[in-house]
């Protein structure tokens, strides 16, 4: 099966992603969800630096992805039994971030 290459647009900056031929639908859904989520957090105006607005809709993300497994699932205790985020969590999260990208320099 050969991957397929797509250009695609994420908060204005051009990615090219590999794609199996029968996944594009859900390779743009994806890219969709993405950049909504980081542009949303861009435009509310506290965080301006791409990599921190990336973590923060990735977890975004992933929590409303463990919030859907856990309605499909309730008896899953991994899923179920995650908090609810809140602004302090959030705030206490970028604390950390901003200590660890200072100590060596890169988030990755």
Known sequence: MTTQQLEVQIMGQS??????????????????????????IRDAGKIKA???IAVLAALNLAFDQAELAASIQPTSAP????????QERLTKLLARLDQIIERDGQLI
């Open 50 to 52: 791409r990599d921190r």
């Open 79 to 86: 899923v179920a039994d995650l908090p609810q985020p809140s």
């Open 15 to 40: 990615y090219i992603l590999g794609c199996p031929p029968d996944g594009e639908e859900r390779l743009l859904a994806a890219v969709h969800k993405v950049d909504a989520a980081m542009c949303k």
